[in-house]
């Protein structure tokens, strides 16, 4: 089992970027071998998809609220995900949730619930 934990988040204006980081680690793990992805959720709100990557990070998908916005980028040396996050709008102000899954994605989404979360990390975006 893959142990995720989520940094960057914080308090931004609209318009502004943040850039939000997943360090995995676990004694067996293989980072390589996990698709990875964001997801977001607001207060009453179920958790919605924002982003994923593919376990080789040749491929990225987005959800249509962030496309052109939000970056999602890995390092398999470093055993880490991004999430750039730019143009922030107030919409974007959520909890922020690191995922992770061997399952390759279909169709740029994962194909079951991620077997791994991080705690989450906040994200407010307010004027």
């Known amino acids: 089992q893959v142990q995720l934990a989520e940094f960057g988040g914080g308090l931004a204006q609209p318009g502004d970027s943040l850039r939000l980081s997943c360090i995995a680690s676990g004694r067996t793990v293989t980072f390589s071998r996990y698709a990875m992805g964001w997801f977001r959720q607001g207060v009453g709100d179920v958790r919605e998809f924002v982003a994923a990557i593919t376990q080789n990070g040749l491929a990225t998908y987005y959800a249509d609220a962030v496309k052109g916005r939000f970056t999602i980028s890995r390092d398999n040396a470093k055993n880490t995900v991004d999430l750039q996050m730019n143009s922030l709008e107030i919409n974007d102000t959520r909890v922020y949730y690191c995922?992770?899954?061997?399952?390759?994605?279909?169709?740029?989404?994962?194909?079951?619930?991620?077997?791994?979360w991080g705690q989450g990390i906040q994200v407010t975006v307010s004027s």
């Open positions: 995922a992770a899954d061997v399952s390759p994605l279909l169709n740029g989404r994962f194909t079951r619930v991620p077997r791994s």
